[in-house]
C-alpha cells in the first residue's frame, strides 16, 4: 500500500491508517531481529563418516546440546555431555505436582497440581513452520495436540476502557473490523481516495469492504444479523420452539478505538502465532524426554563446568558437581560443541579468541515470568465457554492462558496466570514466589471474577531466578549481530558454540536446534578437512 | 519453605501483607520504571538478581554481590552497569531516567555495607547516558 498516495478526509481514518503502517513497520523490526525469520531447515539432516575415533564434548543437555549429542554419534563421533542439572532439557521444562524447583536466592517451590496438570515455564508453543523441532518430535515419536492460540470467545481487557470489564475479542475483532470497513467505505465516498484509485478500483474496494466488515448496503456496520454472524448474538438460534435468535449490539467506533482493546487483535496475525501451532500432549519437556531416551548414556549429570581450555592438540574442560562436592575434574576430547547460555559461559575462563569472547559478552539476557495457576475448576470452560487461547489484559499479568488439552473434563485445572515481559517482568521476579503467585491472582480476578472462589495453589517461575540460565534468553540488537554474530558463530580453534542465542530465532527451540545443526555440520566439514590434511 | 497459596491464606495475604514480611509492591504503569527513590527501585528491580541483602548468590553462574563490594568505589562503574549492562546484566537505559539511576546507585553504594560519601548526582549519569 502507497499510504502517501492517500488522501484521506478523515483524522480517524489516518489514525487507523497510521496504526496499521505502525504494526507492519513493529514486524518489520521484529523481523530485522529474528524474530519473524522462518526456519531454515533441511530435511533428512545427517552426517557420516566421522574419523575413526575422534571425541567431541558437549557442554550443556539442552536441545541443542542433544541434538548435537544423537547426530554426532550417528556420524561415527565419540561424544559426551556434561550437565548441570540431574535432568535434561534446560529450558524445555515442565512443572508437575510433585515436583520442587530452587530457584536463585533459595526460595523452594513445591508444585502441587493435580496429576496431569502442568505448567511450561519456558516454551510452550510450536508453530507449524518450526520444521526442525517437528521433525524431531515425529522421529521420536512425541505426540502433538493444536495449541489454540487466537480464541475468538477470550478476553480482551483494559482497566481504562469499559468501567474495565472485560470484552469477548470476537466482538471487539469483529467491530473494529467494521467500523473500519466503514470508515474506508466513507472515505472513497468523499473522494478521499480518487487520487491514489481509478473509479473502478474504488467500486471494487466498497464491495470488498462490504464483504470484509459485514456492512450493510449503504455501507453501514450497525446491529443486523449480518454483523452478529460476526460478533455473536445477544441470544443465539436454537431449535424447535427455542427463542429467535437476537441481534446484538456492536460497540460504538469511538469508544472502541478510545479502549485501545484493538491492539490485541494484530497478536494472533503474525507469522509464527498462526494455526497450525502445536504442543506436545502432557508438557512441553515430553521433548525433552524423546531426546533422552536417545541419548542418556552419553550425558553425565550434575556436571558444573567451570573452564574451558583448548590447544593445538584438543580440549579440556574442568567441571565440578553441581552441589560443589568432590573436587575439580576433567573430560578432555578433540572438540567441543559448547551450548552453555551465554549468561553462563560469560562468566568462565574461557580458550577463546578475543573476537568470540568479547561476542560472548555482548548478549544480555532478558527477563521474563509465567506463573501457573490450580483452581478447583475449569470456570472458564464451564462459565465462559473459552476451551483455550489467549485473553490479553493491560494489568501486569498481561495474559491469561487456558489450558489447549482436555477440555470439558471435570476436575481441576491449570491455567498460564501471568507471562511478563518488560519492567514487570523485573519486578515480578524481584518478590517472592508467593508474591508473585498472589499477584497473579488479584490481577487476574479483574479478568475472571471465579479466582478468589476457584483458586488453590500455584507456581512461579521468574528467569533471571533460574539456576541454569540466569535469565530467558539471549536479547541480541541489530547493533550487537552486525558486530558479534558471526564472530559469535565460528568455529574457534577445536570449540564451537550452538543454542537459541547462535540463531535468528532467539527464545525458540527451533533457533537452538537449527544452531546446533549448523554449528555441527561446519565442525564436521572442518574436522574431516583437517583429518585429511594431517 | 511451602509456597502453596490456600484461599484462607491468600486472603490473610490479601488483608496483610506483613505475613511475610513483604509489602505488596506497587507495580509499574507506564512501560518504565516507575519506582522515584532508589531503595523502591532495589527492593522491585535490582533485588530480583542480586538478592534482598545485595549478597549475590549462585547456579551454574552467579549473579555478583552488591554488598561490600569495592567495585563501587568507583562511582561511574555502577552508573555504568545499571546504564549499559555488561554481560548476561541487561542495560536499564530504557526504563529508568537518570534521576533514578542516580537514586539507585547512590541507594546501593550506602548500604548493604558500603558507605561511600561520594553521592552520584543526575549530571555523572548524564555523563554516561548521554542524554
Known amino acids: 500500500m502507497q499510504e502517501k498516495a492517500m488522501v484521506v478526509s478523515r483524522r480517524k481514518v489516518l489514525n487507523w491508517i497510521g496504526v496499521t503502517a505502525g504494526a507492519a513497520a513493529m514486524y518489520q523490526a521484529m523481523s530485522s531481529l529474528g524474530f519473524a525469520a522462518e526456519s531454515n531447515y533441511q530435511r533428512d539432516f545427517a552426517l557420516s563418516g566421522a574419523p575413526k575415533g575422534t571425541r567431541v564434548l558437549i557442554l550443556g543437555a539442552g536441545l541443542a546440546g542433544m541434538t548435537a549429542a544423537y547426530e554426532l554419534r550417528k556420524a561415527g563421533y565419540q561424544v559426551k555431555v556434561l550437565e548441570f542439572n540431574a535432568k535434561p532439557g534446560g529450558r524445555c521444562w515442565t512443572l508437575r505436582g510433585g515436583d520442587r524447583f530452587t530457584e536463585l536466592g533459595g526460595a523452594t517451590q513445591h508444585c ?29 515419536g512425541v505426540a502433538l495436540e493444536p495449541f489454540i492460540q487466537v480464541n475468538y470467545n477470550a478476553m480482551v481487557h483494559s482497566t481504562k476502557a469499559f468501567d474495565g470489564k472485560p470484552q469477548r475479542y470476537r466482538e471487539v475483532q469483529a467491530d473494529f473490523q467494521g467500523h473500519v470497513a466503514e470508515l474506508l467505505s466513507k472515505a472513497v465516498n468523499q473522494h478521499g481516495l480518487d487520487q491514489a484509485l481509478t473509479r473502478e478500483d474504488r467500486e471494487r474496494l466498497l464491495e470488498v469492504m462490504r464483504k470484509w466488515g459485514a456492512l450493510d448496503a449503504n455501507n453501514a456496520y450497525k446491529k443486523s444479523l449480518e454483523t452478529s454472524m460476526r460478533r455473536g448474538f445477544a ?80 580440549v579440556t574442560v574442568t567441571y565440578q558437581n553441581s552441589d560443589g562436592s568432590g573436587g575439580a575434574q576433567q573430560e578432555q576430547a578433540d572438540w567441543c560443541v559448547c551450548t552453555l547460555p551465554l549468561s553462563i559461559l560469560g562468566q568462565l575462563p574461557v580458550d577463546v579468541s578475543a573476537p568470540m569472547m568479547s561476542a560472548i559478552r555482548a548478549v544480555p539476557y532478558e527477563s521474563s515470568i509465567k506463573v501457573g495457576l490450580q483452581f478447583k475448576r475449569r470456570f472458564w470452560e464451564q462459565d465462559e465457554h473459552i476451551y483455550g487461547g489467549i485473553s490479553y489484559t493491560d494489568t501486569p499479568i498481561s495474559k491469561i492462558s487456558y489450558p489447549s488439552t482436555d477440555y470439558g473434563k471435570q476436575g481441576k485445572g491449570v491455567l498460564l496466570g501471568a507471562y511478563i515481559w518488560g519492567p514487570n517482568a523485573y519486578e515480578f521476579t524481584a518478590m517472592s514466589p508467593q508474591m508473585r503467585v498472589q499477584k497473579a491472582v488479584e490481577y487476574g480476578t479483574q479478568v475472571h471474577g471465579q479466582y478468589p472462589a476457584e483458586f488453590e495453589n500455584g507456581i512461579a517461575v521468574g528467569w533471571h531466578r533460574v539456576p541454569w540460565t540466569n535469565g530467558c534468553y539471549g536479547l541480541w540488537t541489530p547493533e550487537t549481530r552486525q558486530q558479534h554474530y558471526k564472530n559469535l558463530c565460528q568455529i574457534d580453534g577445536r570449540i564451537v558454540l550452538a543454542g537459541e542465542h547462535a540463531s535468528y530465532i532467539p527464545a525458540w527451540m527451533e533457533g537452538a536446534i537449527l544452531s546446533s545443526q549448523d554449528a555441527i555440520k561446519r565442525l564436521h566439514t572442518h574436522i574431516i578437512a583437517s583429518a585429511k590434511a594431517a | 519453605m511451602r509456597t502453596t497459596l490456600t484461599p484462607a491464606i491468600l486472603a490473610g495475604l490479601l488483608v496483610s501483607a506483613c505475613a511475610f514480611a513483604e509489602d505488596a509492591p506497587m507495580l509499574s504503569t507506564s512501560g518504565k520504571f516507575d519506582q522515584p527513590g532508589g531503595e523502591a527501585l532495589f527492593n522491585q528491580v535490582c533485588q530480583g538478581c542480586h538478592m534482598a541483602e545485595g549478597q549475590g548468590s549462585h547456579g551454574a553462574g552467579a549473579y555478583p554481590a552488591l554488598a561490600a563490594n569495592p567495585k563501587l568505589g568507583a562511582k561511574v562503574y555502577p552508573v555504568f552497569m545499571v546504564t549499559s549492562g555488561q554481560g548476561g546484566m541487561p542495560g536499564f537505559k530504557k526504563y529508568m531516567d537518570d534521576q533514578q539511576i542516580a537514586s539507585v546507585v547512590n541507594y546501593v553504594r550506602t548500604h548493604f555495607g558500603n558507605h561511600y560519601a561520594d553521592s552520584v548526582t543526575v549530571e555523572d549519569v548524564q555523563a554516561v547516558t548521554r542524554r
Open chain 1, 235 to 314: 441470544v443465539d438460534d436454537g431449535g424447535g420452539l427455542m427463542p429467535e435468535a437476537v441481534p446484538s449490539e456492536p460497540i460504538d467506533c469511538k469508544a472502541l478505538l478510545d479502549s485501545n482493546l484493538w491492539q490485541s487483535i494484530a497478536s494472533g496475525q503474525e507469522y509464527e502465532f498462526q494455526s497450525s501451532i502445536f504442543q506436545p500432549v502432557g508438557g512441553m519437556d515430553m521433548i525433552a524426554q524423546a531426546f533422552q531416551k536417545q541419548v542418556n548414556d552419553l550425558i553425565h549429570y550434575n556436571a558444573k563446568v567451570t573452564r574451558i581450555q583448548q590447544n593445538d592438540q584438543g
Open chain 1, 112 to 140: 502441587e497440581f493435580d496429576k496431569g496438570l502442568y505448567l511450561n515455564p519456558g516454551p510452550w508453543r510450536i508453530p507449524y513452520h518450526h520444521h526442525a523441532v517437528l521433525d524431531y518430535c515425529h522421529k521420536f
